[in-house]
C-alpha cells in the first residue's frame, strides 16, 4: 500500500469544511455560468460557439478526471487536490477578463483541467477519512451541501448580469479555492510511502484524443461538418482507433489510468453506465434550460437561474433521505426511486411548449433534482464499499469521469441536434423576412435592448425556431432518463459489504 490516511491526526471536521468549500465552488461554477450564458452571448457574440462553452470544460475535465484519481492513489490525496484547485483558479481568472467567446472557449479548457481533481477526490477523501456506515450520511451532507450552493448559483448568476458584470460568475471561486486549499493542506494528514510511481501518460493522451474527436463529431456534425462528409469521417476513424488503443494500453500499462478489473464489477459496471445516461441529461438541463427560458419565455436571467436551482432544491433533501435509507432498502431499490423521478421530471419539460410557464419547468428540474440524488448518492457509496484503499481513488473517479463523460456527450450531441434544428428551421424562413437569419440571431433575442430592434414578428419567428429547436433536445433528456431507469433495474440484488 502506497499511501495511507492517518485517520488518528486527521481534524475530520475541518478537513471535512474544507471540502465544503471546495464543493461549493464546483457546484456555483456548474451553475452560474449556464445562468449567465444568455448574458455572455448578447456582449460577446458567438452563439453558434455555444455548446463550446460547456463542452470544452466539459472535455477537460472528463479526461483529467481519471488521471487524478489515479494520481491521488500515486502521491496522495492532498497534492493532487492542491494542484486541481490552483488549475482551475487560473482558468477562473483568465474567464474573467475573456473579451471574445474564442478566448472565454480557450479559458474554460484550462478551468475544467482543473476541474478534474475537485470533486473526485474531495469525494475520495471523505471515502478515506469516515466509516461505511458514516459514508451515507456523510455524502448526503454533501449533496445537501451542492445544493444549496447551487441554489445561490443561479442567483448570484442573475445579480451579476443584472447589475454587475458576467466576469465576476468567475473570480468568485477565487476566495473558495484558496481557502479549501489551505485547510487541506494543514489539517489533512497522510502517510506516504516514498517510492517511484509509474504514470500512465500515454493512456492519459489516447483518451484524450478519443473523446476530443467524438466531441467534435457530435458539435460540428450536421452544422459546421455534413454527416457525410471527410472530417466527420476522419473523427470517427480516429475515436475509434484512439479507443480501442486505450482499452489495450489499460490493460498492459503498469499503473493504468483506469484500472479494467474495477469493471469487472457488476454493481460498478451498471452504476457507472447509469451515472452516463444520468450525467448525460443533467447537463443538458443546466446548460439549455436557461436559454429557453430567457429566449422562448422572455423571463430574465433571474427567473431562468431560478427555474434551474429547483434542481438543487430537489437533489439535496432527496440526497439525504437516500443516505438514510439506501443501507436499510439496499442500493437497487434507493437508486430506483431516483430514476424513476429522473422520468416524471423529463416528462415536464416535454410539455413545456403547452404548460408555456417557468414554474412548469421548475417543477421539472425539481423531479430532475430528486433524481439525481438519489441516484448519485446511492452509486457513490455503494462503489465506494465494494473496494479496498488501494482502488477507492480509481474507483470513485472512474464514477466521476462516466458522469462527467456523459455530461460531455449529452451536451455535445443535444447542443449539435439543437444547432442543426435550429439552422434547418430559420433556412426555411429565410424568404419571409427582410433580414438574413443565421445562427448568431438567437443573441439578438437574448439581448433585451438589440431584442426591441426587430418587429414582433421577426422576435415570434426567431423564438418559435429556438422552441421547436429545443424541443428535441428535451426528447433527448426524456430518451437518457429513461434508459438511467432501465439500468438501475440492473444493479445486482446481493450486495457486499466492505468497509
Known amino acids: 500500500m502506497r ?37 455572455i452571448v448578447s456582449e460577446l457574440g458567438g452563439f453558434h460557439l455555444f455548446t463550446w462553452v460547456f463542452g470544452g470544460y466539459l472535455l477537460m475535465k472528463v479526461v483529467s478526471i481519471p488521471i487524478y484519481g489515479k494520481l491521488a492513489d500515486l502521491f496522495g490525496r492532498k497534492i493532487v487536490f492542491s494542484i486541481g484547485i490552483f488549475i482551475f483558479l487560473l482558468g477562473s481568472i483568465w474567464c474573467g477578463f475573456a473579451s471574445t467567446m474564442e478566448w472565454l472557449i480557450i479559458a474554460r479548457f484550462l478551468q ?13 477523501i471523505v471515502g478515506d477519512i469516515y466509516t461505511k456506515e458514516e459514508r451515507a450520511s456523510i455524502q448526503g451532507y454533501l449533496a445537501s451541501i451542492w445544493g444549496i450552493s447551487s ?23 477565487i476566495p473558495f479555492g484558496l481557502l479549501a486549499t489551505l485547510l487541506v493542506g494543514l489539517f489533512l494528514k497522510e502517510n506516504i510511502e516514498k517510492t517511484k510511481p509509474s504514470v500512465d501518460y500515454f493512456g492519459a493522451l489516447l483518451i484524450l484524443i478519443s473523446i476530443g474527436s467524438l466531441m467534435m463529431v457530435l458539435i460540428q456534425g450536421g452544422v459546421e461538418w455534413n454527416w457525410h462528409s471527410l472530417p466527420v469521417l476522419l473523427c ?6 484512439s479507443f480501442i488503443a486505450f482499452i489495450y494500453q489499460e490493460k498492459k500499462a503498469k499503473e493504468p489510468i483506469m484500472s479494467m478489473d474495477i469493471w469487472g464489477t457488476p454493481l460498478i459496471v451498471v452504476a457507472n453506465i447509469a451515472s452516463f445516461t444520468s450525467g448525460a441529461l ?28 429547483m434542481i438543487s432544491i430537489g437533489w439535496p433533501i432527496s440526497s439525504t433521505i437516500a443516505g438514510k435509507l439506501l443501507l436499510k432498502i439496499g442500493y437497487r431499490k434507493a437508486a430506483l426511486i431516483g430514476g424513476v423521478a429522473l422520468v416524471v421530471g423529463s416528462m415536464f419539460y416535454l410539455t413545456l411548449s403547452f404548460v408555456h410557464h417557468p414554474f412548469w419547468a421548475g417543477i421539472g428540474s425539481f423531479f430532475i433534482g430528486v433524481g439525481m440524488g438519489f441516484s448519485t448518492t446511492t452509486f457513490i457509496v455503494s462503489i465506494q464499499s465494494h473496494v479496498d484503499w488501494r482502488k477507492r481513488g480509481v474507483a470513485t473517479a472512474s464514477n466521476m469521469f462516466m458522469r462527467t463523460l ?37 443573441n439578438v433575442i437574448l439581448d433585451p435592448e438589440q431584442r426591441k430592434l426587430l418587429t414582433a414578428q421577426e422576435v415570434s419567428y426567431i423564438q418559435e425556431a429556438l422552441s421547436q429547436a429545443l424541443f428535441h433536445v428535451y426528447w433527448g433528456i426524456f430518451i437518457f432518463a429513461f434508459i438511467s431507469l432501465i439500468l438501475i433495474f440492473f444493479l445486482p440484488k446481493d450486495e457486499m459489504k466492505k468497509n
Open 112 to 124: 475544467g483541467l482543473g476541474a478534474g481533481a475537485v470533486q473526485p477526490i474531495a469525494t475520495t
Open 406 to 442: 456523459g455530461g460531455a456527450v449529452g451536451v455535445a450531441l443535444l447542443g449539435g441536434i439543437l444547432n442543426s434544428r435550429l439552422k434547418a428551421r430559420l433556412e426555411g424562413e429565410m424568404e419571409q423576412l427582410d433580414f438574413e437569419l443565421d445562427m448568431d440571431i438567437v
Open 3 to 39: 499511501n495511507l490516511l492517518n485517520r488518528s491526526t486527521t481534524h475530520r471536521p475541518i478537513v471535512l469544511f474544507a471540502i465544503i468549500m471546495a464543493m461549493f465552488m464546483a457546484a456555483v461554477e456548474a451553475t452560474i455560468v449556464a445562468t449567465a450564458m444568455p448574458g
Open 151 to 173: 441554489i445561490l448559483g443561479p442567483i448570484l448568476g442573475g445579480v451579476f448580469i443584472e447589475y454587475f458584470h458576467w466576469s465576476w460568475i468567475f473570480w468568485m471561486n
Open 282 to 309: 443533467l447537463l443538458a438541463v443546466s446548460s439549455f434550460l436557461p436559454t429557453y427560458v430567457q429566449g422562448v419565455m422572455n423571463q430574465p436571467a433571474m427567473v431562468a437561474g431560478f427555474a434551474l436551482t
Open 236 to 241: 470517427v476513424s480516429l475515436f475509434a482507433v
